[in-house]
């Protein structure tokens, strides 16, 4: 698995975790959890561009 993957999936869950703190009685927590979430799902659909990019380079 790449590190872009890890990453994303590492931050999706603790993102998903703060969620779900938030939702039980900290909502302020939101503003962590949503970027987290967000960050780390763009990690994984975007996972391989750079190689892609770097083949149109050459």
């Known amino acids: 698995m790449r ?3 890890r990453w994303g ?3 999706t869950v603790i993102g998903a ?3 779900a703190i938030a939702i039980v009685g900290l909502p302020f927590l939101l ?8 960050i780390g799902l763009a990690l994984i659909v975007w996972r391989g561009r750079e190689e892609t990019i770097e083949a149109i380079r050459e």
């Open 3 to 5: 590190s872009q993957v």
């Open 9 to 11: 999936i590492a931050l």
């Open 17 to 19: 975790v703060i969620a």
């Open 31 to 38: 503003i962590y959890a949503v970027p987290l979430i967000v």
